[in-house]
């Protein structure tokens, strides 16, 4: 027994120095911080639960808390960055424009064609010749404000396939071909830059429209513009480009999977998280006789509006930070309360905690291509840079569809690897 316990235990630790190297790898391609993961422990929390001296009106509080039990998982310390994103969007315009050429960015075998990264990854876009070659993919020049040939953002699309195990397991369709079970979808993969100058009327955020996903000054901060359908394609890409590509090279076999969290693990990860980091921004209240921070909840329901508004705005952030530069927990996740609010991969349910299964909870409604809008809902926790102190907080929910993005909404993967 004290053998096979042993065993369990090297292996484990295989596995997470594998997706350390993995993971910490910087390639070439990145130019900012390589992502960070950690190990969460399997264990048992209260879902639903909310933070010390909560009285926020979120979605999540109002659901029923009930203990719940999460399988271990790794997950990303900090948000996705804009570089690491970038990288993402890169190799997807690499990859298309390889197709294009052909020639020596391509690899012709057996009938199947596949990309010559070795020369493709050294394209030169602003060689006149190449661009004559892709204009099938630049931009429309009447669209265009430089007079310079420019690949055109909408036409950057990275497909999405795999296989509906969800789908495919429901007792319905039991008997029926694996085949009707692929799935198979495209993403335009460009973050929507002028949500800066969307989610705040009447406001001046056209330099951050021009400058905050293109410039290197952004590179570490959390990318923001995507939407869920963008960031479940950067996991897949990751997974099939990161994980599985390692894998492959030292011969081990392929598995596991680069993923949004669901609600569970994010809630689960930031319970563990906080423990000590709310406790020590109490004790820094008391120590530094910061008054505000200790009053400011019991101000929230003041009848002087002006008052209230100001205590609010205190402490806040102007603008996303650098995805390091919060303050951390016991597990070293950063800013799972604020600077950007985070995608998860659950569904929104009104009264979903009432059914939803105790062990690894996760609802899944609807498809990618639902026209209900109900059925697109997808939940979206934690608060972020334009929020109040009232609801920069682990236990602040909301939904959003799908297909939409802002500012404020970013995310961080989770990785599940076989042990």
């Known amino acids: 027994m004290g053998l096979m316990l042993l065993c369990a235990g090297a292996l484990q630790a295989q596995t997470g120095v594998r997706l350390r190297k993995i993971v910490k790898h910087k390639s070439k391609h990145l130019y900012g911080l390589p992502i960070s993961m950690v190990k969460v422990p399997t264990g048992t929390f209260v ?4 933070s010390q001296d909560d009285d926020t009106n979120n979605i999540a509080s109002n659901e029923s808390r009930h203990p719940v039990l999460i ?4 997950i990303s310390t900090t948000e996705t960055t804009n570089a690491q994103y970038k990288e993402f969007v890169n190799w997807v315009r690499d990859s298309i424009a390889a197709k294009n050429l052909g020639g020596q960015y391509v690899i012709v075998k057996d009938g199947d064609t596949s990309i010559n990264w070795k020369n493709a990854e050294k394209i030169n876009y602003q060689d006149p010749a190449v661009m004559t070659k892709l204009s099938n993919l630049l931009l429309d020049p009447s669209k265009s404000l430089s007079h310079r040939p420019q690949i055109d953002p909408a036409k950057l699309v990275y497909e999405m396939k795999g296989f509906d195990y969800q789908e ?29 100058m969307r989610d705040f009327g009447y406001s001046n955020n056209e330099q951050m429209a021009t400058s905050y996903f293109a410039s290197d000054k952004y590179k570490n901060f959390p990318v923001v513009g995507v939407n869920w359908k963008q960031a479940s394609a950067y996991c897949d890409w990751f997974t099939k480009q990161r994980i599985n590509r390692d894998q492959r090279d030292h011969k081990m076999s392929v598995g596991g999977q ?7 693990e994010w809630a689960y990860a930031a319970s563990l998280n906080d423990k000590d980091l709310n406790k020590a921004q109490n004790q820094e209240a008391v120590v530094t006789g910061d008054k505000d ?13 002006d008052e209230t508004e100001a205590v609010s705005l205190q402490g806040n952030k102007l603008f996303p930070e ?40 996760d ?23 334009k929020d109040t ?3 920069t907080d682990v236990s602040n929910q909301f939904f959003e569809d799908l297909g939409t993005a802002h500012s404020y909404i970013g995310f961080r993967v989770v990785v599940n690897l076989p042990e």
């Open 258 to 264: 680069c993923r949004l969290p669901t609600e569970a």
């Open 363 to 385: 609802i899944q409604w609807g498809t990618i291509d639902s026209e209900s809008k109900s059925k697109r809902r997808k939940v979206v926790r934690g608060g972020s840079w």
């Open 71 to 74: 399988s271990s998982f790794y």
């Open 293 to 305: 921070q200790k009053d400011k909840k019991r101000k929230r329901g003041g009848n002087n509006e």
């Open 168 to 196: 495919a397991a429901k007792i319905e369709n039991k008997g029926r071909s694996p085949k009707d079970f692929v799935y198979r979808y495209t993403v335009q993969v460009y973050p929507d830059t002028l949500v800066w």
């Open 389 to 391: 102190p009232q609801f």
């Open 322 to 361: 650098k995805v390091i530069e919060g303050k951390h927990g016991k597990y070293g996740i950063y800013n799972l309360a604020d600077n950007v609010s985070e995608w998860t991969n659950t569904s929104y349910y009104a009264g979903g905690a009432n059914f939803e299964n105790r062990f690894n909870p």
């Open 47 to 50: 879902e639903g639960a909310k």
